[in-house]
T-cell receptor
Framework: ETGVTQSPTHLIKTRGQQVTLRCSSQ?????VSWYQQALGQGPQFIFQ???????GRGNFPPRFSGLQFPNYSSELNVNALELDDSALYLC??????????????FGDGTRLSIL | AQTVTQSQPEMSVQEAETVTLSCTYD???????LFWYKQPPSRQMILVIR??????QNATENRFSVNFQKAAKSFSLKISDSQLGDAAMYFC????????????FGQGTRLTINP
């Protein structure tokens, strides 16, 4: 069983650019959540996708958008990058709604640096 | 506001000793799950232990146990017989059962194990 994989591992962009981060969910998982983890902070929820539909969103501006594909892989897109977008972006997958016996499994994250 | 507070930014313990990490949270909901995650330098969030809020019995997983005090909204993690591999950032988090199932994380505690 393959785990959650994220690509790329590390990315450097400049202010104003756009970026796409990718996540392949664990086999059999149809729910993907994205989190932003600034340096020295805990992760913050960006949004969640369930069966290709957005299923909840955190306090992030519209320039953060996402997609989930029929194979349940997912993308996080960020437009008009700002310096504060520099962070580790974590993807987590689960089989259906997260429950006690079906916790989320996290990937290793993408480190995004904005210059 | 839904918040998680970890009042100890850093903790250290001698190998083989016991250490307790503190966590308090604030939510008006009655149904939720509580988690402790470990994040080593590899960046992946690893589930350490979980607790259902309606269960009074404290969860245990080998050397890891929790002290869950629902009325006080406290959820501390005890690590017994600390090992060098336990060194990591530890995050406390809760998950509401209703609505978008987002994890709300604390700011983390960096645990150092002294040989």
């Amino acid at each position: 069983e393959t785990g959650v994989t994220q690509s790329p591992t590390h990315l450097i962009k400049t202010r104003g650019q756009q970026v796409t981060l990718r996540c392949s969910s664990q086999s059999g998982h149809n729910t993907v959540s994205w989190y932003q983890q600034a340096l020295g902070q805990g992760p913050q929820f960006i949004f969640q996708y369930y069966r290709e539909e957005e299923n909840g969103r955190g306090n992030f501006p519209p320039r953060f958008s996402g997609l989930q594909f029929p194979n349940y892989s997912s993308e996080l897109n960020v437009n008009a990058l700002e310096l504060d977008d520099s962070a580790l972006y974590l993807c987590a997958s689960s089989h259906g709604p997260v429950r006690y016996d079906q916790p989320q499994h996290f990937g290793d994250g993408t480190r995004l640096s904005i210059l | 506001a839904q918040t998680v507070t970890q009042s100890q930014p850093e903790m250290s313990v001698q190998e083989a000793e016991t250490v307790t990490l503190s966590c308090t949270y604030d939510t008006s909901e009655s149904d939720y799950y509580l988690f402790w995650y470990k994040q080593p330098p590899s960046r992946q969030m690893i589930l350490v232990i979980r607790q259902e809020a309606y269960k009074q019995q404290n969860a245990t997983e080998n050397r890891f146990s929790v002290n869950f005090q629902k009325a006080a909204k406290s959820f501390s993690l005890k690590i017994s017989d600390s090992q060098l591999g336990d060194a990591a950032m530890y995050f406390c988090a809760y998950l509401l059962i209703q609505g978008a199932q987002k994890l709300v994380f604390g700011q983390g505690t960096r645990l150092t194990i002294n040989p």
